[in-house]
């Protein structure tokens, strides 16, 4: 009995033994799990059939601040009164019917919308049935898997705009010291004339070939071991060795540690615009006719021949040219002919000088050389005697042999200045001097002709000022019939009242005006003074004739010259039949056609007309004949000499035949003696004008003496 008792006992031991182990167990494994339970980076819950928790995990806490035992026996409204999610409740009954259920669920939390993958499934506790479920937030592997499509996504827009791009675009790794291209797109391709193939794994710089002396280059090596951006335009070279111009864009890529890995350049080719820009420049700097330089790059190389000389202690000479009768040729053969003769021009100064002088075209019909590098003044005069030389030789445009020459002012640095400018007008004055002295030669710079030039400026001004303070006034020297003595007309001679000067003649101003373009508004002023006039002394009973008008040469050019007449007729009243307009001879040679046709329109309003110093130019019968002008007045300087000089004689009779034989009147100026009055007389002239009956008087004065007459 006892044996079996203490079998029994150690039995009972053993057991109570293997128990208290077993619950050991169990309670480690439990504590295991509680743990596992409550470090698990996911929600763990369980729910009876009424919705209320069970069983909440540590996370429920954390998460909503809710400690854990508040959970147990309430539904989770009434845990969190502001969550509202039916899928929740619909979810719970979908996996006690079909025992499993897993599904990604969006759940508003805490103001901000969460993403959670859970798995729900049905629990047996007791008689009852319970959910129990698993909940893991992927709210930020969502957005990390929607970053990763979206980046996949432009990396392929990107890849295939790269491929697509107009640009070369290369990608060089940084490992390789040498920068290997480790990627190339087609318009790099196409741009280079290499292959993908043929570049990967060469330096990119290998585009340029032995053209390595570029300072795009310099900054390209610079930016690459900063590891910057950088830009700069290359010269580049195809696999068939022809060049284009690059322009390289370069950036570096970094990877997620801040590093360079890669750089990427970008190609564009610029070859088009280089050219259109080197095209723009030539057009900005030189002249279009020509191909000469013009005044902008003249000043550029005057000032660089004025420093490298200065430097060298040597002299630079100036050469302003301007053509002589070249205004005669443009008018009368047109501009298309004026426009090859600048061309040859321009030909025969290059051809004059050397490869280091420049010649451009100032403007018009005017030049300039720059003699850069001369030693002694003496070798400038050779040199321009040269150039001249080579202009006056005879010029074949069309057929026709024109007599074009040059009037060349010079100017020498440094005597003469040392800016670039000062030695332009200096020259210029020289020119001006050059063509005053009957052109086709040339002459130096002196100080002189600065006071002089200085002294046309005061009386430009001076001009102005007149024409604002109306200083001017009109004289008329009588016209008289050789026949009757009577007066038959008079010439209105404008005189300059000056307030300081007193009474200035037309020697004094006239040149200024016709070289300043005052000469229009003054030639205005007289045709309208002179229209008054007449129809005031005819208001007043006295016959005075015909008023004879003096016409200038760009007034008689100027575009509209006939309405302008025709207007001031108008507004004055006179009639045209007071009034004959004086034109040179000079004036109508210089383009006989469209002299021919002003005068024809001049008629048309009534006018009758005069053509002055007639004898002194070169006109013939027969275009003589096309002017219809009323009468030849013979120049002074023949009357002058009719009585000494047998040629002046004959050019006298000569006029007074013309005349006749046409239907015209023979005008004499200057008469000055009464055997120069008896002459005229004798060989049959008209009428005549000149101190032997009376000088230019005022308007009151010629009233007077036309009331004795």
């Known amino acids: 009995m006892l044996m079996v008792t203490c079998f029994l006992f150690f039995l009972l031991r053993r057991s109570f033994n293997k128990i208290h182990r077993a619950q050991e167990r169990i309670k480690k ?77 969006a759940v508003g939390i805490k103001g901000r919308m969460r993403i959670f993958m859970s798995s729900k499934f049905p629990l047996v506790l007791g008689k009852e049935t319970a959910v129990g479920g698993i909940s893991l937030d992927i709210t930020e592997l969502e957005q990390a898997i929607r970053d990763r499509q979206e980046a996949q996504a432009d990396l392929s827009i990107t890849y295939r705009a790269v491929e697509a791009s107009s640009n070369g675009i290369m990608i060089c790794d940084t490992a390789n010291p040498r920068l290997n291209i480790t990627y190339v797109n087609p318009a790099y391709e196409r741009i280079t004339g290499y292959t993908a193939a043929e570049v990967l794994g060469k330096n990119p710089s290998f585009l340029a070939g032995n053209d390595r002396v570029q300072s795009g280059l310099i900054e390209v090596k610079n930016a690459l071991k900063e590891k910057r951006e950088a830009n700069a335009e290359l010269r580049n070279y195809r696999k068939d060795g022809s060049l284009f111009w690059n322009e390289l864009r370069i950036a570096p890529v970094h990877n997620a540690a801040g590093e360079v890995t890669h750089f990427v350049g970008v190609i564009t080719d610029i070859t088009e615009r280089k050219l259109y820009e080197k095209e723009l420049e030539h057009k900005v700097t030189h002249d279009v006719l020509t191909g000469l330089p013009n005044r902008l790059l003249l000043a ?74 001369i030693a002694e003044a003496n070798d400038i005069g050779p040199v321009t005697q040269k150039i001249l030389h080579n202009l006056t030789r005879p010029l074949k445009v069309n057929e026709y042999e024109l ?56 009386v430009e001004a001076g001009l102005r000022e007149a024409l604002r303070q109306k200083e001017f006034v009109l004289y008329y020297q009588p016209k008289v019939d050789i026949r009757s003595r009577r007066i038959v007309g008079a010439e209105a001679l404008v005189r ?36 008054r006039q007449a129809r005031e002394w005819e208001k007043e009973g006295l016959s005075c004739g015909q008023i004879s008008v003096n016409v200038s040469a760009r007034q008689f050019r100027q575009e509209g010259f006939v309405e302008q007449v025709r207007t001031v007729f108008e507004e004055t ?69 009719a009585l000494q000089e047998p040629s002046a004689a004959a050019i006298v009779q000569s006029i007074i035949a013309i005349a006749h034989n046409l239907g015209m009147k023979a005008v004499a100026e200057g008469v000055e003696t009464r055997g120069q009055l008896e002459y005229l007389a004798r060989k049959g002239c008209d009428e005549y004008q000149g101190f032997l009956f009376s000088k230019a008087i005022p308007a009151e004065e010629f009233a007077k003496l036309l009331d004795r007459h």
């Open 29 to 105: 494994s439990e504590a295991r799990f509680a743990a596992f339970m409550e470090h698990l980076p996911a929600y763990v819950f369980i729910r009876d059939n009424q919705h209320r928790f069970l069983f909440v995990n540590r996370i429920f806490e954390n998460e909503f601040g809710v400690p854990a035992e508040q959970w147990i026996g309430k539904t989770i409204q009434e845990v969190l009164p502001d969550f509202h999610d039916s899928q929740i409740l619909e979810n719970d009954l979908i996996a006690l019917e079909k025992g499993f259920d897993q599904k990604k669920v």
């Open 300 to 373: 550029d190389r005057l000032g660089q021949s004025v420093s490298y000389a200065a430097r060298l202690g040597k002299m630079v000479a100036v050469l302003f040219f301007d053509l002589d009768r070249f205004k005669r040729i443009n008018d009368t053969w047109g501009h298309n002919t004026g426009d090859l003769v600048l061309r040859e021009m321009a030909r025969r100064l290059s051809a004059s000088v050397r490869g280091c002088d420049t010649v451009a075209r100032f403007g018009g019909d005017e030049f300039i050389v720059v003699l850069g590098q």
């Open 403 to 458: 007599d074009v020459g040059a009037s060349i002012g010079i100017s020498v640095f440094p005597q003469d200045g040392r800016e670039a400018e000062t030695l332009i007008q200096k020259a210029d004055l020289a020119m001006y001097e050059a063509k005053q002295s009957g052109g086709s030669t040339f002459r130096y710079f002196i100080p002189e002709m600065t006071t002089k030039a200085q002294e046309i400026l005061a």
């Open 496 to 531: 300059w009242q000056h307030p300081e000067k007193g009474l200035l003649f037309p020697g004094y101003f006239i040149p200024v005006a016709e070289e300043s373009g005052l000469i229009l508004p003054l030639g205005q002023w007289g045709l309208e003074e002179a229209c």
């Open 573 to 641: 009243g006179a009639e045209t039949r007071l009034i004959s307009l004086e034109i040179t001879e000079s004036m109508v040679l210089e383009d006989v056609a469209g002299a021919v046709k002003t005068i024809a329109q001049l008629k048309e309003l009534g006018l009758s007309l005069q053509l002055d110093d007639f004898g002194t130019g070169f006109s013939n019968f027969n275009s003589l004949r096309q002017f219809q002008v009323e009468y030849l007045k013979i120049d002074c300087a023949f009357v002058r000499d």
